[in-house]
């Protein structure tokens, strides 16, 4: 901290003693000392450079940090300012020490001996010694003082900002910082803190922008950067935190909190991407894939299959589709209708190396070696030098013993259905590269990318090349690209779908890491926990939510993921008790009071629903959903116009397309005569509502096509 150093390493000091040597008896040497402060002040402003540095001393403006605070490593100090060059020095001293020499000549009353509370370097001491056992209490105290005594010293309020913080007192904290950036916005260390603070106090958006000058400042520092990733997560911007979270890897390769964080901005992404895939409408053929695919893990092949050909009927030339619904046929042991889908796939996608695969192991399992040998000799000749291909199909060659048994007419009419596998002669480069992909040669696809960046098609190269990186398994090359692409086209369906496979597939294998490094740790608890509540297993993530926190009783946001699981099943006593110890260990839980107000309004009780949500309005002006839930509460209080306000306040910050606030609002502006308004808000219900039941009802038309009759009906056609 920019305060006093020793004989031994400071030469402003060294000098000042010496020129002052003849008048030592006369002069104190706090006032030499203030008086090298106050020129070092004159000499280095504008030219302060501050980091953050390991260390485990605080000579001048450094200091020792403890720290118990989750993130902030325990010895975080901050760095002093360069000192004036020698010869300036000297030149400067040797004045002062003529100065004071004058000073005691004529006789005037310069305090011939300081007491012991108005000496800045006894101060300063006081300070680096009660932070270095932590007593951060009389830290405070002491840093207090030396700011009486030095009120232009702003490294001083940083340092007491710091001893607040560790203290958990984050608004006076926030206060020092502020202060000490007013002295000197370049204070890298109070910075950091001050963003650290108001992420901590739930206002995420002031704290990125004090987080991301700390990172301009200092682009190599680690722990800016990790708050700044954690910043961008409050506030929804996940590949913003993802690239933050990869820098600060770089940075730092052994932090595995980084890992942690991680893993779960990877399953945040992998949600968002979900949502952006839904939110692309009943013409979008790719939700429905996506949704097909996860009931597909989940073992469930009747939805699954209904989800899948609902997406067939919408693109019936999506590439891959048929091939999906093959797979589930498959393993259903539903033969003929999986040869069928096969074939059906192969019709649209000539090079789709595991359709060929299928086919030939399908026509072996119906007995009809003649036509899996045909197939096979087709395939092998479209993937002549496919090493992997050539494997593949070589393992689909022998006949399987117990072959079903087929009529005549059935093993005509399976031959008259079989693809012809004719090419396209003026196929482009991205269908080449697709071609290369599903032909399980994606390394071709860098040098049909680099043709198609080369003609000026460089969002399609970035595609492609993430497409090929997802199908040679390097899932963390292929989501730098896609995330760039979803920045750029949000709305793009079909790079969302690749998103979430992506970031899915990167959530897990994290998952896998950060369970190597730390085995017995809550943070691996409470990834798998995240991963069940994901999938919609509620128990098994409620039970791993009850492991981390029997290892770690106050850690943040395991009651509050608790509480939320049981809210959702309308649990609301178990929901309110597990709110009620979120904020016991963070008070500032935004969250934990939005949902809180929820409860108690389920539960009746509309006073103290409206106190947790002005609560959490005070802590985070930003919330939208504390302000639709406060609405809701003033609206079953007949107080109408609050109603309207904090519901347009929610419709601000980002809730337009919530069916049920709409309808509050409606209601609300009907209540005090705002007609126009009111109509405009129940049309937007009605809007809502009549997209949601058609997706429902296309739902119900899909799992009504794979009823048993259904099948049965396939099967004899």
Same mark, same amino acid.
């Given at each position: 901290?920019?305060?006093?150093?020793?004989?031994?390493?400071?030469?402003?000091?060294?000098?000042?003693?010496?020129?002052?040597?003849?008048?030592?008896?006369?002069?104190?040497?706090?006032?030499?000392?203030?008086?090298?402060?106050?020129?070092?002040?004159?000499?280095?402003?504008?030219?302060?450079?501050?980091?953050?540095?390991?260390?485990?001393?605080?000579?001048?403006?450094?200091?020792?940090?403890?720290?118990?605070?989750?993130?902030?490593?325990?010895?975080?100090?901050?760095?002093?300012?360069?000192?004036?060059?020698?010869?300036?020095?000297?030149?400067?001293?040797?004045?002062?020490?003529?100065?004071?020499?004058?000073?005691?000549? #004529?006789?005037?009353?310069?305090?011939?001996?300081?007491?012991?509370?108005?000496?800045?370097?006894?101060?300063?001491?006081?300070?680096?010694?009660?932070?270095?056992?932590?007593?951060?209490?009389?830290?405070?105290?002491?840093?207090?003082?030396?700011?009486?005594?030095?009120?232009?010293?702003?490294?001083?309020?940083?340092?007491?900002?710091?001893?607040?913080?560790?203290?958990?007192?984050?608004?006076?904290?926030?206060?020092?910082?502020?202060?000490?950036?007013?002295?000197?916005?370049?204070?890298?260390?109070?910075?950091?803190?001050?963003?650290?603070?108001?992420?901590?106090?739930?206002?995420?958006?002031?704290?990125?922008?004090?987080?991301?000058?700390?990172?301009?400042?200092?682009?190599?520092?680690?722990?800016?950067?990790?708050?700044?990733?954690?910043?961008?997560?409050?506030?929804?911007?996940?590949?913003?935190?993802?690239?933050?979270?990869?820098?600060?890897?770089?940075?730092?390769?052994?932090?595995?909190?980084?890992?942690?964080?991680?893993?779960?901005?990877?399953?945040?992404?992998?949600?968002?991407?979900? #949502?952006?895939?839904?939110?692309?409408?009943?013409?979008?053929?790719?939700?429905?894939?996506?949704?097909?695919?996860?009931?597909?893990?989940?073992?469930?092949?009747?939805?699954?299959?209904?989800?899948?050909?609902?997406?067939?009927?919408?693109?019936?030339?999506?590439?891959?589709?048929?091939?999906?619904?093959?797979?589930?046929?498959?393993?259903?042991?539903?033969?003929?209708?999986?040869?069928?889908?096969?074939?059906?796939?192969?019709?649209?996608?000539?090079?789709?190396?595991?359709?060929?695969?299928?086919?030939?192991?399908?026509?072996?399992?119906?007995?009809?070696?003649?036509?899996?040998?045909?197939?096979?000799?087709?395939?092998?000749?479209?993937?002549?030098?496919?090493?992997?291909?050539?494997?593949?199909?070589?393992?689909?060659?022998?006949?399987?013993?117990?072959?079903?048994?087929?009529?005549?007419?059935?093993?005509?009419?399976?031959?008259?259905?079989?693809?012809?596998?004719?090419?396209?002669?003026?196929?482009?480069?991205?269908?080449?590269?697709?071609?290369?992909?599903?032909?399980?040669?994606?390394?071709?696809?860098?040098?049909?990318?680099?043709?198609?960046?080369?003609?000026?098609?460089?969002?399609?190269?970035?595609?492609?090349?993430?497409?090929?990186?997802?199908?040679?398994?390097?899932?963390?090359?292929?989501?730098?690209?896609?995330?760039?692409?979803?920045?750029?086209?949000?709305?793009?369906?079909?790079?969302?779908?690749?998103?979430?496979?992506?970031?899915?597939?990167?959530?897990?294998?994290?998952?896998?890491?950060?369970?190597?490094?730390?085995?017995?740790?809550?943070?691996?608890?409470?990834?798998?926990?995240?991963?069940?509540?994901?999938?919609?297993?509620?128990?098994?993530?409620?039970?791993?939510?009850?492991?981390?926190?029997?290892?770690?009783?106050?850690?943040?946001?395991?009651?509050?993921?608790?509480?939320?699981?049981?809210?959702?099943?309308?649990?609301?006593?178990?929901?309110?008790?597990?709110?009620?110890?979120?904020?016991?260990?963070?008070?500032?839980?935004?969250?934990?009071?939005?949902?809180?107000?929820?409860?108690?309004?389920?539960?009746?009780?509309?006073?103290?629903?409206?106190?947790?949500?002005?609560?959490?309005?005070?802590?985070?002006?930003?919330?939208?959903?504390?302000?639709?839930?406060?609405?809701?509460?003033?609206?079953?209080?007949?107080?109408?116009?609050?109603?309207?306000?904090?519901?347009?306040?929610?419709?601000?910050?980002?809730?337009?397309?919530?069916?049920?606030?709409?309808?509050?609002?409606?209601?609300?502006?009907?209540?005090?005569?705002?007609?126009?308004?009111?109509?405009?808000?129940?049309?937007?219900?009605?809007?809502?509502?009549?997209?949601?039941?058609?997706?429902?009802?296309?739902?119900?038309?899909?799992?009504?096509?794979?009823?048993?009759?259904?099948?049965?009906?396939?099967?004899?056609?």
């Amino acid at each position: 901290m920019g305060c006093y150093a020793s004989t031994a390493t400071d030469p402003a000091f060294t000098w000042a003693v010496i020129a002052c040597r003849p008048f030592q008896r006369f002069v104190d040497a706090g006032v030499a000392m203030s008086l090298v402060h106050q020129y070092r002040l004159r000499a280095t402003q504008g030219r302060s450079s501050h980091r953050l540095l390991g260390r485990t001393t605080w000579p001048t403006n450094r200091c020792s940090v403890a720290s118990d605070q989750p993130g902030i490593p325990r010895n975080e100090l901050i760095s002093r300012r360069p000192l004036p060059s020698d010869s300036d020095t000297r030149a400067w001293a040797w004045n002062c020490g003529w100065l004071l020499g004058l000073v005691v000549a #004529l006789g005037i009353p310069c305090g011939m001996q300081a007491q012991h509370d108005s000496d800045p370097e006894s101060v300063y001491r006081r300070a680096q010694e009660a932070m270095r056992i932590r007593d951060y209490e009389s830290a405070a105290a002491a840093w207090n003082s030396l700011i009486a005594l030095m009120p232009g010293m702003p490294e001083a309020r940083s340092n007491l900002g710091l001893a607040y913080h560790l203290q958990k007192k984050y608004e006076l904290a926030i206060e020092q910082f502020q202060a000490a950036l007013r002295q000197n916005p370049r204070l890298l260390a109070a910075k950091v803190f001050l963003g650290i603070d108001l992420y901590l106090t739930s206002r995420p958006v002031r704290a990125i922008g004090e987080l991301e000058g700390a990172r301009d400042l200092d682009p190599g520092n680690p722990l800016a950067r990790k708050w700044l990733a954690m910043s961008y997560v409050q506030t929804g911007r996940y590949t913003h935190a993802i690239r933050e979270l990869k820098d600060c890897r770089r940075l730092d390769p052994g932090d595995r909190e980084v890992v942690f964080h991680l893993g779960r901005v990877f399953r945040m992404l992998s949600t968002e991407a979900f #949502l952006a895939v839904r939110s692309a409408g009943l013409e979008s053929p790719w939700y429905f894939l996506l949704r097909g695919q996860k009931f597909t893990r989940q073992g469930d092949s009747r939805n699954a299959l209904a989800e899948l050909r609902h997406a067939a009927r919408i693109a019936p030339d999506m590439p891959g589709i048929h091939h999906e619904i093959a797979s589930v046929l498959d393993t259903e042991g539903r033969s003929r209708e999986a040869l069928s889908a096969y074939a059906r796939e192969l019709e649209n996608s000539p090079y789709h190396l595991y359709s060929a695969v299928g086919l030939v192991r399908t026509l072996r399992i119906l007995g009809l070696d003649h036509e899996a040998d045909a197939a096979q000799k087709r395939a092998v000749s479209l993937h002549r030098g496919a090493a992997e291909a050539a494997s593949a199909l070589g393992a689909a060659s022998p006949s399987v013993a117990a072959a079903v048994r087929l009529e005549p007419r059935d093993a005509e009419r399976i031959r008259d259905s079989l693809p012809s596998f004719e090419m396209a002669s003026d196929r482009s480069w991205q269908r080449s590269a697709l071609d290369a992909i599903l032909a399980g040669q994606p390394n071709r696809v860098s040098a049909l990318a680099a043709n198609g960046e080369a003609a000026g098609d460089s969002g399609a190269a970035h595609y492609w090349q993430a497409r090929a990186y997802l199908a040679m398994g390097q899932a963390d090359e292929a989501l730098d690209r896609l995330m760039r692409l979803h920045d750029q086209q949000p709305s793009n369906a079909e790079i969302a779908f690749y998103l979430q496979e992506t970031a899915e597939r990167l959530a897990l294998e994290t998952l896998e890491l950060f369970a190597s490094l730390e085995p017995g740790s809550y943070r691996t608890h409470q990834l798998r926990a995240e991963y069940y509540a994901a999938a919609e297993d509620v128990d098994r993530a409620i039970d791993e939510y009850a492991l981390a926190l029997s290892l770690a009783p106050g850690a943040t946001q395991l009651h509050l993921a608790i509480g939320t699981l049981h809210f959702g099943r309308r649990e609301y006593e178990k929901a309110l008790v597990s709110f009620q110890a979120e904020l016991r260990n963070d008070p500032y839980s935004v969250a934990a009071l939005a949902i809180m107000g929820e409860v108690h309004l389920a539960l009746g009780d509309a006073i103290r629903a409206e106190d947790a949500l002005n609560r959490a309005i005070q802590i985070n002006p930003a919330s939208g959903e504390a302000h639709k839930s406060l609405g809701r509460v003033l609206f079953r209080r007949r107080d109408y116009r609050g109603s309207i306000e904090h519901l347009q306040l929610a419709l601000r910050h980002g809730m337009t397309d919530d069916e049920d606030l709409h309808y509050h609002l409606g209601r609300a502006q009907r209540m005090v005569g705002n007609l126009e308004e009111a109509a405009t808000n129940l049309e937007i219900v009605r809007r809502l509502k009549a997209a949601r039941q058609a997706i429902a009802r296309q739902r119900l038309e899909s799992s009504i096509n794979v009823s048993p009759e259904a099948s049965r009906g396939e099967d004899s056609r």
